[in-house]
T-cell receptor, first 119, second 112 residues
């Protein structure tokens, strides 16, 4: 069983550009969640996908969007980058039943993250 | 709106002693609480959790205590080992909401 991987490791963009971050979940995991971790803070929930459908969203604007694919990979897209988007972006996969009551207890497996710097 | 707070950015303890990491929360509706451990250049890994209907959960050297009236959570590590040196995050969530809230983390250093 392979772990959760993310690419690229580091990325530098300029303000106004668009970026796509990628995540490969553990095989068989139907749920992927994305988090933003600013320097000195804990991860902040962006959104979650379950079987290719968005299944919940945190307090992030629509320029943060995602995709989940049947091969257990997923993407986080950010348009019109702002300086405050500079952060570590983490994805986490879990088995996922789709039931709201199960989500909290479903163990999340995090990838190592992508460090995004916006200049 | 920071609903989960870890007020100690760092903690240093001697090998073999107890490590106590603390966490406070403001939302009394939280149902489930978790602790994650993070090593440098790795993602957080799940350590231990506790439901709001319990006040203690134990897993080997790790015990989590929940005081709902004080809205306070703590993680005890006994005995502490150098390999426990990492950043520890507490997190809280509602069963019917997947917006998990994390604290800012506490860096634990266990000295040999």
């Amino acid at each position: 069983e392979t772990g959760v991987t993310q690419s690229p490791t580091h990325l530098i963009k300029t303000r106004g550009q668009q970026v796509t971050l990628r995540c490969s979940s553990q095989s068989g995991h139907n749920t992927v969640s994305w988090y933003q971790q600013a320097l000195g803070q804990g991860p902040q929930f962006i959104f979650q996908y379950y079987r290719e459908e968005e299944n919940g969203r945190g307090n992030f604007p629509p320029r943060f969007s995602g995709l989940q694919f049947p091969n257990y990979s997923s993407e986080l897209n950010v348009n019109a980058l702002e300086l405050d988007d500079s952060a570590l972006y983490l994805c986490a996969s879990s088995l996922g039943s789709g039931l709201a009551g199960d989500w909290a207890t479903d163990t999340q497996y995090f990838g190592p993250g992508t460090r995004l710097t916006v200049l | 709106d920071q609903q989960v707070k870890q007020n100690s950015p760092s903690l240093s303890v001697q090998e073999g002693r107890i490590s106590i990491l603390n966490c406070d929360y403001t939302n009394s509706m939280f149902d489930y609480f978790l602790w994650y451990k993070k090593y440098p250049a790795e993602g957080p890994t799940f350590l231990i959790s506790i439901s709001s209907i319990k006040d203690k959960n134990e897993d080997g050297r790790f015990t989590v205590f929940l005081n709902k009236s004080a809205k306070h959570l703590s993680l005890h590590i006994v005995p502490s080992q150098p390999g426990d040196s990492a950043v520890y995050f507490c997190a809280a969530t509602l069963y019917n909401n997947n917006d998990m809230r994390f604290g800012a983390g506490t860096r634990l250093t266990v000295k040999p």
